[in-house]
């Protein structure tokens, strides 16, 4: 049993009794570091009051509603492009398609705050050419939430498209021959082959992209350096907040437990969702 | 299919090459806006028109963010951080991998259960209570205080388990009647055999920490123990306002995983694919 010592011994250590604290932890009005006294359900009970935390849950779904389905659609789309290549041009192009995803967000975040900069930046004469007026558009709350999901959308794109690619290399080329021999337009060849057969694929993407996206917090939080962050807070940025900037773990832990419930409900749901919708004919 | 039809398929068919020809270069651009900017002189970064070129090269913002910035020594927390996540996480998960592929004992199932469990857990939740664990144990600014926490990556056993479960058990019955060691036949059998995993998985590993932020932005809180990532968004009283600047210490720390990514191509792509579920 020494082959699985070393893993037991770290998964104990920061995977389990994190765990288990964390949910001790919810139950008490302790500081950050330092013990607290038992306070019963208080820390919850607390939270349908809390504005702040509305805040975060209603622009966390926000956020969601921003990325996965978009997101997912703009994958699929250069996936399908992508696919069409060959060869050297396909490697090329995909690189070009990948490499953002591979950056650190820091770096993402100098890239589009360099890019969108309200003096200089080359995307406000983008704005110019259509007319609309500059904005500072990290700073303005109305657009936080689209621009940091078009970052992010950016940014994470790469990933879904690998997927995508794995997926379409999948079907089998003789479906789309005798597809051509039966005179079918482009749009029938993707409705009745390309989209049923990838559903499954399509929808683990959809998944990933789902439970990632609820846990969003590092563009939201440098985004919002110099700007609004309690209009632009999220789940992950309150429990920080609270913990680190507040010093209350206790109501922290609260708001973690609640983030946690809802990741493991919706990995659940969508788990038995794909499940079905993988069996109709 | 008649002629017209044909030509008419294969227009389309060029139409959507040059379009995402087209589209896969306006989605790098910011990339290298970021880049040509970052090697501009001051004056000319702060240009009110667009220049895709620069009139001059200056690396004065390199040098700038390497001498008046920590730069130097975030490169070597970022290094051995992420080598040390890797390191650790590859060699855990490949013999607890081993031990539920191929041996049968009581906390077997029980122990697979947790593995796919933490694969639901989001680590942000545990931020807390992984930070008072390492303020607990005085690990709080230290590399160890950054890779423990880190080393929570259940898909690397799960993608192991898939391989070794795929070795052919007349390997495994040979070993035994020589009498191999289960460390043995580890080490000689189901090691080398998967060098391609263990290179892709280390890999990405390796990128996926030297990219984190959230945990090594919170168990650090002097500047010369950041890494990288961490460290180039939080010294924006060092750059004042120079964008140009900070877009140099932005590609620096952009530089490694870029060029781990062009220079290993294929395994990044196998091993993100793995990882997904979806076989490569």
Redesign the interface.
């Given at each position: 049993?020494?082959?699985?010592a070393?893993?037991?011994a770290?998964?104990t250590?920061?995977?389990?009794?994190?765990?288990i604290?964390?949910f001790l932890?919810s139950f008490t009005d302790a500081p950050?570091?330092g013990a607290g006294e038992y306070v019963g359900v208080e820390n919850y009970a607390r939270l349908p009051e809390d504005r702040r935390f509305h805040t975060a849950l209603s622009n966390t779904a926000y956020f969601v509603a921003l990325t996965v389905v978009p997101g997912t659609a703009v994958a699929l789309a250069?996936a399908l492009?992508?696919s069409?290549?060959n060869g050297r041009?396909q490697?090329l192009?995909l690189?070009?398609?990948?490499?953002?995803y591979?950056?650190?967000?820091?770096?993402i975040?100098?890239?589009?705050d360099?890019?969108m900069?309200f003096?200089?930046g080359?995307a406000m004469?983008v704005f110019d050419l259509l007319g609309i007026q500059r904005v500072p558009v990290f700073k303005v709350t109305g657009w936080f939430m689209p621009m940091v999901a078009f970052v992010t959308i950016?940014w994470t794109c790469g990933?879904s498209i690998?997927?995508f690619l794995?997926?379409l290399r999948a079907i089998p080329a003789e479906i789309y021959e005798a597809a051509?021999l039966d005179?079918a337009s482009?749009w029938r060849t993707f409705r009745r082959i390309t989209w049923p057969l990838l559903w499954p694929?399509t929808a683990?993407v959809l998944t990933?992209q789902l439970?990632s996206q609820?846990?969003i917090?590092?563009q939201v939080y440098?985004f919002s350096?110099g700007g609004r962050p309690n209009d632009n807070m999220v789940m992950?940025y309150y429990?920080?907040q609270r913990?680190?900037e507040r010093d209350q773990?206790g109501r922290?832990?609260a708001i973690?437990?609640v983030?946690?419930l809802i990741?493991?409900v919706v990995?659940v749901l969508n788990f038995q969702l794909t499940r079905i919708s993988g069996r109709r004919p | 299919?008649n002629a017209a039809?044909l030509k008419r398929?294969n227009a389309?068919?060029a139409i959507?090459?040059v379009?995402?020809?087209i589209?896969?270069?306006i989605?790098?651009f910011?990339?290298y806006?970021?880049i040509v900017?970052s090697l501009k002189p001051d004056d000319e970064?702060?240009r009110?028109y667009?220049e895709l070129w620069p009139d001059t090269f200056t690396l004065e913002h390199y040098i700038f963010a390497l001498t008046e910035t920590q730069i130097g020594i975030w490169y070597i927390n970022s290094i051995a951080t992420a080598v040390g996540v890797t390191v650790?996480t590859i060699?855990?998960?490949i013999?607890?991998a081993?031990?539920?592929s191929q041996?049968r004992?009581p906390?077997r199932q029980p122990?697979w259960w947790?593995i796919l469990a933490?694969f639901?857990?989001?680590t942000?939740?545990?931020?807390?209570?992984?930070?008072?664990?390492m303020?607990e144990m005085r690990l709080l600014n230290s590399w160890a205080g950054i890779i423990?926490?880190q080393?929570?990556h259940p898909v690397v056993?799960i993608v192991y388990k898939q391989f070794f479960d795929q070795v052919p058990r007349d390997f495994r019955e040979a070993a035994i009647m020589d009498n191999a060691s289960?460390w043995r036949m580890?080490f000689r059998i189901y090691i080398p055999m998967n060098w391609g995993v263990t290179t892709a998985l280390s890999i990405v590993t390796f990128?996926w920490t030297?990219?984190a932020?959230?945990w090594p932005f919170?168990a650090v809180t002097r500047t010369e123990m950041m890494t990288?990532?961490?460290g180039?968004?939080q010294t924006?009283d060092a750059f004042g306002v120079y964008?140009a600047s900070?877009?140099a210490?932005?590609?620096l720390?952009?530089l490694p995983?870029?060029l781990?990514?062009?220079l290993f191509?294929r395994k990044?792509?196998q091993a993100?694919?793995l990882s997904?579920?979806?076989k490569?």
């Open positions: 049993m020494a082959l699985i070393p893993f037991l770290v998964y250590l920061i995977f389990i009794y994190p765990t604290q964390l932890l950050l570091i250069i492009g992508v069409r290549l041009l490697a192009i690189a070009l398609f990948f490499l953002p591979i950056l650190p967000v820091s770096v975040y100098r890239l589009w360099w890019t900069n003096q200089f080359i004469h950016w990933f690998l997927l794995a997926g051509q005179n482009r694929v683990l990933i439970i609820l846990k917090f590092d440098l350096e992950v429990i920080f913990a680190f773990g922290a832990a973690a437990v983030l946690f990741v493991i990995s | 299919m039809a398929l389309g068919a959507i090459t379009l995402t020809v589209c896969a270069v989605w790098a910011p990339i806006w970021g900017s970064v702060v009110p667009i650790l060699g855990t998960s013999f607890c081993y031990a539920i041996l004992f906390l122990l947790l933490s639901m857990v989001p942000q939740v545990l931020i807390i209570n992984h930070f008072v664990l303020a423990l926490p080393l929570i056993v289960e580890l990128i030297w990219n932020f959230l919170l990288i990532t961490v180039i968004t924006n964008y900070e877009l210490a932005a590609v720390a952009g995983v870029a781990a990514y062009l191509q990044v792509t993100i694919t997904a579920g979806i490569g």
